[in-house]
């Protein structure tokens, strides 16, 4: 897989559609234990419904991407967002709709909601944070005692290889850290004037609908919400046909304006 360098890493990164010379370019932001490999076929299938481009890259730490050190600081996001730039000049993204998933989603909010969001045309989103929310802790606990004493550690290194437990506990013990209890991004939300779009599963175990009434009521541009039935945190996985169709619309009435 190649790379491309940001941040002063190399970051594997894959792409599908047309080049950014010809199309808008889906950028694509992975979840907090995921790489481009735990997207799947998504990215592929929401290029060829819209007839962009397609960006996918794991960050540093995650899949084939050079680690990091350990521990992760408390605005890891923050400090993913700031990244983000150089990753979209390195890929020569002139145009970018961010399609972005929890951790990712989140690093998505904190972008355009900064003065060097000016190539974001839109944001579609899966499952994002915006604050921490107790049943967020509960589950992040949950996975740390699987890491210990299940199967996740070995279903991970699939994704990530020998970055498997930089990736987990770089996720894990930031997010649990009580310091971490204070973390929110809300204050970038009113600088957000592009269209949103936020899907999120009825039985997501990481966050509640109260994420989303807080984006619906911090942005400054138009927010549309999705909720799915039969849908845990992962709406590209758990309800893959209803999730393309709606961000498949959503960015080809986007990029038509």
Same mark, same amino acid.
């Given at each position: 897989?190649?790379?491309?360098?940001?941040?002063?890493?190399?970051?594997?990164?894959?792409?599908?559609?047309?080049?950014?010379?010809?199309?808008?370019?889906?950028?694509?932001?992975?979840?907090?234990?995921?790489?481009?490999?735990?997207?799947?076929?998504?990215?592929?299938?929401?290029?060829?419904? $819209?007839?962009?481009?397609?960006?996918?890259?794991?960050?540093?730490?995650?899949?084939?991407?050079?680690?990091?050190?350990?521990?992760? =600081?408390?605005?890891?996001?923050?400090?993913? +967002?700031?990244?983000?730039?150089?990753?979209?000049?390195?890929?020569?993204?002139?145009?970018?709709?961010?399609?972005?998933?929890?951790?990712?989603?989140?690093?998505?909010?904190?972008? +355009?909601?900064?003065?060097?969001?000016?190539?974001?045309?839109?944001?579609?989103?899966? +499952? =994002?944070?915006?604050?921490?929310?107790?049943?967020?802790?509960?589950?992040?606990?949950?996975?740390?005692?699987?890491?210990?004493?299940?199967?996740?550690?070995?279903?991970?290194?699939?994704?990530?290889?020998?970055?498997?437990?930089?990736?987990?506990?770089?996720?894990?013990?930031?997010?649990?850290?009580?310091?971490?209890?204070?973390?929110?991004?809300?204050?970038?939300?009113?600088?957000?004037?592009?269209?949103?779009?936020?899907? *999120?599963?009825? *039985?997501?175990?990481?966050?509640?609908?109260? *994420?989303?009434?807080?984006?619906?009521?911090?942005?400054?541009?138009?927010?549309?919400?999705?909720?799915?039935?039969?849908?845990?945190?992962?709406?590209?996985?758990? *309800?893959?046909?209803? $999730?393309?169709?709606?961000?498949?619309?959503?960015?080809?009435?986007?990029?038509?304006?």
């Amino acid at each position: 897989m190649p790379h491309l360098l940001a941040g002063g890493r190399r970051l594997e990164y894959a792409w599908h559609g047309p080049p950014p010379d010809e199309a808008p370019t889906l950028v694509f932001l992975h979840e907090g234990l995921g790489s481009v490999s735990t997207w799947r076929d998504f990215p592929k299938l929401l290029a060829d419904a $819209t007839g962009c481009g397609a960006l996918v890259y794991s960050r540093a730490g995650y899949g084939g991407s050079d680690p990091v050190p350990l521990p992760r =600081p408390i605005r890891f996001m923050h400090d993913e +967002a700031r990244v983000l730039p150089e990753v979209l000049d390195a890929a020569a993204v002139r145009d970018a709709v961010l399609v972005g998933h929890s951790d990712g989603a989140s690093i998505a909010l904190i972008h +355009a909601g900064s003065a060097s969001s000016r190539r974001v045309r839109a944001l579609a989103m899966e +499952a =994002p944070h915006v604050f921490v929310e107790d049943v967020t802790v509960r589950s992040i606990e949950k996975a740390a005692e699987s890491y210990r004493t299940g199967d996740l550690r070995r279903a991970l290194e699939r994704h990530h290889g020998t970055n498997v437990d930089v990736a987990f506990r770089g996720w894990n013990r930031a997010w649990l850290d009580p310091a971490f209890r204070s973390w929110t991004i809300e204050e970038f939300l009113p600088a957000i004037r592009v269209p949103v779009l936020v899907v *999120q599963g009825e *039985q997501d175990e990481y966050g509640t609908l109260r *994420q989303l009434d807080a984006i619906e009521a911090g942005c400054s541009g138009p927010v549309t919400r999705l909720v799915l039935p039969d849908c845990g945190h992962a709406p590209h996985r758990d *309800q893959p046909d209803e $999730t393309l169709m709606a961000m498949a619309t959503f960015v080809r009435e986007t990029i038509a304006r």
